[in-house]
């Protein structure tokens, strides 16, 4: 049990939202082609204890046991690589930071930072909103954290202009 308890608790996470909401058949072309990736992800020749996994048709999401093997800068220039060469491939950006998502019932929604005080304003989302917090960092943080009222969260700086 402890174990598990540590892994839970070490296992680095890195969430990548696209740019556009991926169709069915490309969400499991796009989880085969993470669980290939993973298979064969190494640092220092050691091989890492990785899943990747694309959520709510929108997100990558890429996990790394490091109680086993912790990824390190080539390896994280790797993943960068693979996920760089993903979106080219599907025709989508992963590393726009300035797109925040949010939900809008079940729909993961998208809209530019300076959209943020508009929809705001609007009613379109306010304190209650999900929003997704894709600077989590832990398996642990990503499972309390990453989906969070946007009242909780970091978001809320940019509701008001």
């Not at 402890?2 to 069915?24: A, D, E």
């Amino acid at each position: 049990m402890i174990h598990i308890l540590s892994s839970y608790y070490m296992t680095k996470v890195w969430v990548y939202q696209s740019s556009r909401r991926f169709q069915s058949d490309e969400v499991q072309e796009l989880n085969k082609k993470l669980s290939d990736f993973t298979q064969s992800w190494a640092s220092h020749n050691h091989a890492l204890s990785a899943r990747g996994k694309i959520h709510h048709h929108q997100f990558l999401v890429l996990e790394v046991d490091e109680s086993k093997a912790s990824a390190s800068g080539c390896s994280i220039d790797a993943s960068v690589k693979f996920i760089q060469d993903l979106g080219f491939e599907y025709g989508t950006d992963f590393f726009d930071r300035l797109n925040f998502a949010y939900l809008d019932r079940e729909d993961v929604k998208t809209a530019h930072k300076d959209d943020w005080p508009t929809l705001y304003k609007s009613g379109q989302i306010n304190d209650s909103t999900i929003v997704f917090n894709n600077l989590v960092k832990t398996k642990e943080e990503m499972e309390k954290k990453w989906k969070i009222p946007l009242g909780e969260s970091w978001h809320k700086n940019f509701v008001h202009s």
